[in-house]
């Protein structure tokens, strides 16, 4: 083969490696968007402290996928400018049923990191003050068949908020 002739065949397969992954990502994308519509946390039904390093978090939760959803592992560290506050997780496996709306049971467990950051953290918030507040989480899960892994790292806590629906004032009630 000639030079020229390698470097067409080169850039022809490099186009269709280009269009496939296009394509797949475009799926992938239809993916994400339907699954945001089909699984959602519709409401925080309810919070209640276990000790000092427990709570209670009763949610109510959509999913509207042909998927039992598994949720295996959840932290979320909580920030204040610099410093990490506190760590939340899942202390226990959560399940929610295919074609279900229902309250689920979640049980969280508190490490407190920082106890002066932590006191700062919840008076700027119970202030109305969050600009210094951010939020980093990981979780592991399964779709079904398909094994989910998501994670950020320090997102402002009014975006966090909004990706569970709730606003600034939820979380001041949360707190008294």
């Excluded at 390698?6 to 475009?26: D, H, I, S, W």
């Excluded at 519509?37 to 042909?66: F, K």
């Amino acid at each position: 083969m000639k030079m020229y002739e390698r470097k067409r065949v080169g850039r022809m397969v490099c186009c269709a490696l280009l269009a496939v992954v296009a394509l797949t990502a475009t799926s992938c994308r239809k993916a994400v968007e339907k699954a945001k519509n089909n699984i959602r946390v519709e409401a925080v039904e309810r919070i209640e402290r276990q000790g000092l390093t427990g709570a209670e978090v009763v949610l109510r939760v959509r999913n509207d996928t042909g998927y039992r959803l598994v949720l295996d592992e959840v932290r979320a560290d909580l920030f204040y400018g610099d410093s990490r506050a506190a760590t939340l997780s899942l202390r226990e496996r959560v399940e929610v049923e295919r074609h279900t709306v229902g309250s689920v049971g979640t049980l969280w467990r508190l490490k407190i990191s920082d106890p002066l950051a932590l006191y700062a953290l919840t008076r700027k918030v119970q202030a109305g003050e969050i600009g210094q507040v951010s939020v980093s989480y990981a979780l592991e899960g399964r779709g079904g068949p398909v094994p989910v892994k998501i994670s950020r790292d320090r997102v402002s806590l009014s975006e966090f908020l909004n990706i569970f629906g709730l606003t600034l004032q939820d979380v001041t009630n949360y707190l008294k």
